[in-house]
């Protein structure tokens, strides 16, 4: 039998009754919510509060997504236009966070499938599901780490080794990967901006973590703790 | 639990700070498989890499040229005339 991520669910009521929990409370929580009100209202100080706090955010996101610095400034420009054209639009079904790194992403994915021409349709528009039912790969080079993770390197030698590491990872996995772990979204924030399923989104998450902990480990691991994995002679088929 | 069980299951692992506690089966995988427990510290040090320490800025000079452009598209759709602002 093959092992699928996908066969493998916890819990997942007591999942579905957090996120809908979640939802609730969104307007309580959403520390924007107020700027967002009184910008709609035709308030440009307000608007203008939200693009400082959001504008070097957007910069990251979008950098991580088309690794190209003017690339990234041309999504924070397109990203807030968009918004002062939507700002009625906006209706809360979502924290104003999501909406805002939504837009961008959206934007910088055009842009990056501008950038790639067809060839990255075809893999975008390619089945993933097709993908999910692919073997999960194997940790290979398995080690301890050398040293904390901060103190590893220095912060430019890391700060490039780290975007190495993401950009050699395909698309579909580096974008889950930036929103959910270092925008930190949630699962089903992430796929309602990607308009994608909360599976896809699960299994292009670990497929994107196993694959930088790869790359990472072999940069990072110290050869002396290198551990055999005691399933690595054998495909995960069982 | 096998290896490969774990390896499906890592998302939830990482995730979920209870999830050892609930998963007696992870907790008792890991403590006696050490290859295991090696890939997952690994992958949450990866994680934090990530996070920590991994902000970008744009240049100023940038940010002053698209504020303005910004400005420019709220007072057409506000309808607002330069002149009307600055009286
Ligand atoms: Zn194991």
Same mark, same amino acid.
């Given at each position: 039998?093959?092992?699928?991520? !996908?066969?493998?669910? %916890? ?26 009100? !009184? ?29 190209? $610095? ?64 692919? $073997? ?13 993770? !901060? ?12 975007? !190495? ?39 292009? %998450? ?33 | 639990?096998? *290896? ?28 006696? *498989?050490?290859? *295991? ?51």
């Amino acid at each position: 039998m093959i092992v699928v991520a !996908e066969e493998y669910s %916890l819990n997942n009521s007591r999942k579905n009754e957090l996120e809908s929990l979640i939802k609730q409370k969104i307007s309580v929580d959403d520390e924007d919510l107020p700027l967002w009100q !009184e910008a709609k209202d035709g308030n440009f100080k307000a608007f203008q509060e939200l693009m400082n706090r959001f504008q070097n955010r957007v910069y990251g996101l979008a950098f991580r997504i088309l690794n190209n $610095p003017q690339d990234a400034e041309d999504i924070v420009q397109q990203t807030f236009l968009t918004l002062v054209e939507q700002i009625d639009r906006y209706r809360g079904e979502s924290k104003v966070k999501t909406w805002i790194l939504g837009i961008a992403t959206n934007h910088a994915l055009k842009l990056l499938r501008k950038r790639k021409g067809q060839y990255y349709t075809s893999f975008n528009d390619r089945n993933l599901d097709s993908i999910n039912h692919e $073997p999960l790969p194997h940790p290979e080079y398995i080690a301890v780490w050398r040293d904390n993770p !901060e103190n590893l390197a220095t912060q430019k030698e890391l700060k490039i080794l780290l975007s !190495e590491s993401l950009n050699r990872l395909e698309e579909a996995y580096r974008t889950v990967f930036i929103l959910r772990d270092i925008e930190g979204l949630s699962t089903e924030e992430t796929a309602n901006i990607l308009d994608i399923s909360l599976s896809n989104v699960k299994i292009r %998450l670990l497929r994107a973590r196993l694959q930088l902990r790869e790359d990472l480990t072999k940069k990072l691991g110290i050869e002396a703790t290198r551990l055999i994995s005691t399933h690595s002679e054998h495909p995960i088929s069982k | 639990m096998t *290896c490969d069980e774990l390896l499906i299951a890592l998302n939830e692992v990482v995730d979920s700070e209870t999830a050892l506690e609930i998963y007696k089966e992870f907790a008792a995988h890991l403590s006696n *498989c050490n290859p *295991c427990q090696v890939v997952l510290d690994n992958i949450r040090q990866t994680i934090t890499l990530f996070q920590a320490g991994q902000e970008y800025h744009m240049p100023p000079s940038f940010q002053e040229k698209y504020q303005q452009i910004i400005e420019s598209k709220w007072d057409e759709k506000f309808h607002k005339s330069k002149n009307e602002k600055n009286s």
